[in-house]
């Protein structure tokens, strides 16, 4: 479709502007949601030492190697190793140790014969053991040093999202503080003489100011923290004052919702027009777009009112912006590709985003559908919450049958 901007190019330029914040260095407790901005090296090996895998027996292989229920092999139990303890027990031939699961192996032994393994169990297992059972090499049920990792060992990489299983494994490599990006600081701010607070009584012609809520939600997910949230009218220079009062508490970005489009009161364009440029890009929803910088380097972005259309607009522009901020190494979610279950229309040039719901009743065959009824009406809210992903079908495309191979973009 003449006249439009494609969604690459439009995001190319707003990644240009997106630069990573500058790092700083937190505790690891305090690292969740953060993104790593230095590679995380290993300072302990994992493990430490050579530990027990299981509850049993440190024995040398040789004493034990032809046990067997008909033919078992009586050992001296010398010592007893909780985790944690500090004892090297010498262990002469003849001879074994209790030991209990991530206690050091005694520097004698090389084999674990698990309690399982031996006639008495963990009842009467100290003083004498009989093993019924013999380890099938030596080392096995031995967790051998530095299996996993040794000193000096990347661990994670720069760009990596620290969730609950990264942060054990920084711990785990004896690493007590990282350098993070901050997060990013958003002003959100919704236009409109309609909206109203939710859960405030309405006249005709007014809407519940929703788009807030949706934003901040997103934001928080992209690993942004929200310093301002408020709703101007479509009159007055209420864009303008937002963008000063974001400005005193930090905000790295400004998202305005509504007020970019071709009407007569679209207060964001005609407040903001020598501050950002607005586009129109060839995608549905999310035609309108508006984008640009304060001279501190702020990012303005002026997505349409509509909810879905805000939606579809953040998740194709904002977030990646956001985890650019943050230098995160992969700005992009995860992708399927997956059967359509029913047939639905695309709109002619223009790429589709239509939020869609996956069925996952057959493990075998999974499938997408439209979310809703009204497919990517840009108006429906409420349906918008049954979406866990967005169908994208190309700009090329006249119609998606059932059956056909569509890509998928997750968003939960």
């Avoid at 695309?346 to 439209?370: E, F, H, K, M, N």
Wanted: glycine share 12%.
């Amino acid at each position: 479709m003449s006249g439009l901007r494609s969604v690459e190019e439009q995001r190319a330029l707003v990644l240009a502007e997106a630069q990573p914040l500058p790092s700083e260095t937190v505790a690891l407790a305090h690292a969740h949601g953060r993104t790593l901005r230095e590679p995380l090296r290993a300072r302990v090996d994992i493990p430490v030492f050579d530990n027990s895998a299981m509850d049993g027996f440190a024995v040398h292989f040789a004493d034990v190697q032809d046990a067997s229920p008909d033919a078992p092999v009586r050992l001296r139990v010398v010592a007893d190793l909780p985790a944690g303890t500090a004892l090297d027990p010498a262990l002469a031939p003849g001879e074994a140790a209790r030991i209990m699961t991530g206690s050091p192996m005694p520097t004698d032994a090389d084999a674990i014969v698990p309690f399982e393994d031996t006639e008495g169990g963990l009842a009467d297992s100290l003083g004498e053991v009989v093993v019924v059972r013999a380890p099938a090499r030596p080392g096995l049920h031995v967790r051998r040093r530095g299996e996993d990792a040794v000193v000096g060992d990347e661990i994670l990489g720069a760009g990596t999202l620290l969730g609950g299983l990264q942060l054990g494994a920084a711990a785990a490599a004896g690493i007590a503080a990282v350098v993070v990006s901050p997060r990013p600081r958003v002003a959100v701010v919704s236009t409109g003489s309609e909206l109203v607070a939710p859960g405030e009584p309405l006249v005709h012609g007014q809407i519940p100011e929703s788009n807030s809520e949706l934003l901040a939600g997103l934001v928080a997910e992209a690993g942004g923290e929200v310093v301002l949230r408020r709703s101007v009218p479509d009159d007055g220079d209420g864009p303008v004052a937002a963008i000063s009062a974001a400005a005193a508490r930090g905000a790295h970005v400004v998202i305005f919702t509504g007020g970019v489009s071709a009407g007569a009161y679209e207060v964001v364009k005609n407040t903001l027009a020598d501050t950002m440029e607005f586009s129109r890009i060839a995608m549905q929803p999310g035609k309108p777009q508006g984008f640009g910088t304060t001279a501190e380097g702020v990012l303005l972005f002026g997505l349409p009112g509509n909810p879905v259309s805000a939606a579809v607009s953040f998740d194709v522009f904002v977030r990646p912006a956001l985890l650019a901020l943050q230098g995160r190494s992969d700005l992009d979610r995860a992708r399927l590709r997956l059967p359509a279950a029913i047939g639905w229309r695309t709109p002619p040039g223009r790429r589709q985003y239509l939020p869609a719901a996956i069925d996952r009743s057959d493990p075998g065959r999974w499938t997408v559908a439209p979310a809703t009824g009204g497919g990517s009406a840009s108006h429906l809210a409420g349906g918008l919450a049954r979406a866990e992903a967005y169908a994208i079908v190309p700009a090329e495309t006249d119609a998606v049958a059932a059956g056909d191979l569509v890509d998928v973009m997750l968003i939960s």
